[in-house]
């Protein structure tokens, strides 16, 4: 175990259901990440929060809304999804202060119907 | 933006051969490059990483060589085994206000055969 946990682990939801992934980390690390990972295709980075604030946003539609209420949780809040955003969906956390390495949870596997 | 390119997308070696892959950045600020491995149905794990003021890392049967003239990076897996048998991916960051914007190549899923 790598101390970043994700819920749940597969999700299956219709396009107009609202739904929410969970990320918690108990590594004491500042910055926290969600990554979308579709086959043959690069993990895409989607958002990035430090200390609570988010530092990034690389273009994702709005019906992904990333929450961060403290440092060791993450959300990432669904609503009117696509059936191409069907994807494994990856949260990530690292410590910053000099140190580089991200630790990944095991994702949520989405299934948009 | 950083734009990262991972070849091959495909490999195959047989146990105990050599297996070579390459990536390369487009984003010269970049100054952090890892290695993840991820098996199937399980997380991304960091296999060894390199940073800009080093040219080449070894850690057992791995081994990364960065050229940053070049922007280009490699991990090299000796004396392969099946359990090397995975998805790579290489990734590139510019570590930055604490944290790491890590992009990542398309990956390469590495076959072993015994």
């Known amino acids: 175990e790598t101390g970043v946990t994700q819920t749940p682990r597969h999700l299956v939801m219709g396009m107009t259901n609202k739904k929410s992934l969970k990320c918690e980390q108990h590594?004491?690390?500042?910055?926290m990440y969600w990554y979308k990972q579709s086959a043959k295709k690069p993990l895409e980075l989607m958002f990035v929060?430090?200390?609570?604030?988010?530092?990034e946003n690389n273009s994702v539609p709005s019906r992904f809304s990333p929450e961060c209420p403290n440092s060791s949780h993450l959300f990432l809040h669904l609503h009117t999804l696509q059936p191409e955003d069907s994807a494994l969906y990856l949260c990530?956390?690292?410590?910053?202060?000099?140190?580089?390495?991200?630790?990944f949870g095991q994702g949520t596997r989405l299934t948009v119907v | 933006g950083e734009n990262v390119e991972q070849h091959p997308s495909t490999l195959s070696v047989q146990e105990g051969d050599s297996a070579v892959i390459k990536c390369t950045y487009s984003d010269s600020a970049s100054n952090y490059f890892p290695w993840y491995k991820q098996e199937l149905g399980k997380r991304p794990q960091l296999i060894i990483d390199i940073r800009s003021n080093v040219g080449e890392k070894k850690d057992q049967r791995i081994a990364v060589t960065l050229n940053k003239t070049a922007k280009h990076f490699s991990l090299h897996i000796t004396e392969t085994q099946p359990e090397d048998s995975a998805v790579y991916f290489c990734a590139a960051a510019m570590f930055s206000g604490g944290y790491n914007k890590l992009i990542f190549g398309a990956g390469t899923r590495l076959a072993v055969h015994p």
């Open positions: 990530a956390s690292s410590q910053g202060q000099g140190s580089t390495e991200a630790f």
């Open positions: 590594l004491g690390h500042n910055a």
């Open positions: 929060y430090n200390f609570k604030e988010q530092t």
